[in-house]
């Protein structure tokens, strides 16, 4: 089946340090991958994508780059801010014409402090 | 434009009891999903509807929980007989009409149930 493995939380940081978020997966298929953020207080929203291998997504200062060779959709920042503080789930899909239900990681707690 | 919505926003209940969790999708998206987000669990698929094909429930936890969607629009999450490990946030997302790569999930503030 499908998994997501990815770095346990919680995650504190100083503003302005660099961001890993680790994230690697086990798929049958083909899959896409995704960063998925929950800011406090709000719902879930798509951060960034990246749909075939050696794709970079990237999306306010983020990125990750789908690494098919070591199963891997690690998250990156150079220079977090306390507006960064969420919690960020890797997340597959195998998408095919139909059911793109996505299996998500367990989530990763991240605090960002001035 | 109106995002997808969720009611109600927090749900208490006894053990034993029936619980329904609405969802109203993005208007025009013909893909709805449901989702638990669990301390135990993490997030997990729990079904998906698509138009007026049949679902796939292959997520769903118990014969006690059970799901609707009338008209192409508006679901109905119902969990039967409520236990204390149903409590969680159950997470409703919308998507447009599947196509040859993903379609983006929107999804819903979410309604946190927790089960005395």
């Known amino acids: 089946g499908n998994s997501v493995t990815q770095m346990e939380g919680p995650v504190t940081l100083s503003e302005e340090a660099f961001l890993t978020i680790n994230c690697t997966y086990t798929?049958?298929?083909?899959?896409?991958l995704f960063w998925y953020v929950q800011y406090p207080g709000e719902g879930l929203q798509l951060l960034l994508k990246?749909?075939?291998?050696?794709d970079k997504g990237s999306n306010k200062g983020f990125e990750a780059t789908y690494r098919k060779e070591t199963t891997s959709f690690h998250l990156e920042k150079g220079s977090v801010q306390v507006s960064d503080s969420a919690v960020y789930f890797c997340a597959l899909c195998i998408s095919n014409f139909g059911n793109e239900k996505l299996t998500f990681g367990t989530g990763t707690r991240l605090t960002i402090i001035p | 434009g109106a995002g997808v919505s969720q009611s109600p926003s927090n749900k208490v209940t006894e053990k034993g009891k029936d619980v329904e969790l609405r969802c109203d999708p993005i208007?025009?998206?013909?893909?709805l999903y449901w989702y638990r987000q669990s301390l135990g669990q993490g997030l997990e698929f729990l079904i998906y509807f698509q138009g007026n094909s049949a679902p796939d429930k292959s997520g769903l936890p118990s014969d006690r929980f059970s799901a609707e969607r009338t008209g192409g629009s508006v679901s109905t999450l119902t969990i039967q007989r409520t236990q204390q490990e149903d409590s969680a946030v159950y997470l409703c997302a919308s998507s447009s009409r599947p196509g040859p790569s993903y379609n983006e999930q929107f999804f819903g503030p979410g309604t946190r149930l927790t089960v005395l």
């Open positions: 990246a749909t075939k291998a050696d």
């Open positions: 798929a049958t298929g083909y899959p896409s």
């Open positions: 208007s025009g998206h013909t893909a």
